[in-house]
């Protein structure tokens, strides 16, 4: 897979918007690029994925910047429940992008109430 | 359909015995993957099915672990004659393969005590 970088840590306010930054300077031209978080004592969860384009749904938004080489999750308004580890991976296996998913260390999010 | 299942959620055993785990995915999912998680450290891939083929194993699977899918339904993954490094959170995920990608969903993860 293609390796990301994310910071370790972020903080941010109850109902306040939260911009997490990936960076994935190697990736390919057909590497998706997928967002999940995990939640304290639960399996990951799946968040957002997209390719060029900025991709919207009912829980967050990807931004891509346009050489692909890094990308935001936008949480709009951040709730409790949102405090989680935020995982960007770019799932690549023999030129497909689905596959086993190489979690790095994530950004962990903190929310203040 | 309720999403992807594992049982049990807890397990605690004495070094040296087997455990097996069970995980159900979601229906009709053709591919299940098996990860392992210790505490602070993310998800790592140990080994996936695409309907009853297992397709890849990493190099994390010894030869004391080893994982079935028999019907290309619900799959099994056992570990033989424990030993404390396998302490770990087991997590089970199934997706279905259509297009350029998928998406994985995971289960709540089996919790492994090995004393």
């Known amino acids: 897979d293609a390796k990301t970088t994310q910071p370790n840590s972020m903080e941010s306010n109850e109902e306040e918007p939260v911009h997490l930054p990936c960076n994935h300077s190697t990736i390919s031209g057909t590497d998706y690029i997928h967002w999940y978080r995990q939640l304290p004592s639960q399996g990951p969860e799946y968040v957002i994925h997209g390719l060029t384009s900025n991709v919207n749904n009912r829980m967050a938004s990807l931004a891509i910047a346009e050489d692909r080489k890094s990308s935001t999750l936008i949480l709009h308004r951040a709730t409790l429940r949102d405090a989680a580890v935020y995982y960007c991976i770019l799932p690549n296996a023999g030129g497909t992008s689905y596959g086993k998913l190489t979690f790095g260390q994530g950004t962990i999010l903190t929310v203040h109430p | 359909d309720t999403g992807v299942s594992q049982n049990p959620r807890h397990k605690i055993t004495k070094r040296g015995q087997n455990v097996t785990f069970r995980c159900d995915p979601i229906?009709?999912?053709?591919?299940l993957y098996w990860y392992r998680q210790t505490l602070g450290q993310g998800p790592e891939f140990l080994t996936y099915?695409?309907?009853?083929?297992?397709?890849?194993k990493s190099r994390l699977l010894s030869d004391r672990f080893s994982a079935e899918r028999p019907k290309g339904s619900f799959s099994t993954l056992e570990i033989q004659r424990t030993e404390q490094g396998d302490s770990a959170m087991y997590l089970c995920a199934s997706s279905s393969v259509s297009g350029a990608t998928d998406t994985q969903y995971f289960g709540p993860g089996t919790r492994l005590t090995v004393l």
């Open positions: 229906s009709e999912h053709n591919r």
């Open positions: 099915f695409q309907n009853e083929a297992q397709l890849e």
